[in-house]
């Protein structure tokens, strides 16, 4: 059974930065993309960043510069480094993977930004 499981979340001030973990089991996503989406109350979930199987990143404008992606096909884990963190990051954050679009979700980990 596939499963992407995020940790890493909890409250910070702005401006200051968390590190969020995506652990997959259930079967290697070494030659899968996998990316990072958000949700904030009363919104839509919205595209964060990506990394490619070939390790090219992309990211949202919202958070380029500031969030770093990344992923240690090792340990089937993906990372997501958030720093200059702003209230308007308070969202639940989901991570993803699939082959070519993600079929496969995690159940989300709240950060929330206080001002």
């Known amino acids: 059974q596939v499963q992407l499981a995020e940790s890493g979340g909890g409250l910070v001030q702005a401006g200051g930065s968390l590190r969020l973990s995506c652990a997959a089991s259930?079967?290697?996503?070494?030659?899968?993309?996998m990316g990072w989406s958000r949700q904030a109350p009363g919104k839509e979930r919205e595209f964060v960043a990506s990394?490619?199987?070939?390790?090219?990143?992309s990211y949202a404008d919202s958070v380029k510069g500031r969030f770093a992606i990344s992923r240690d096909k090792s340990k089937n884990t993906m990372y997501l480094q958030m720093n200059s963190l702003k209230p308007e990051d308070t969202a639940v954050y989901f991570c993803?993977?699939?082959?070519?679009?993600?079929?496969?979700w995690g159940q989300g980990t709240q950060v929330t930004v206080s001002s």
């Open positions: 990394i490619r199987w070939t390790g090219g990143t």
């Open positions: 259930g079967r290697t996503f070494s030659n899968y993309n």
């Open positions: 993803a993977a699939g082959p070519v679009g993600f079929n496969y």
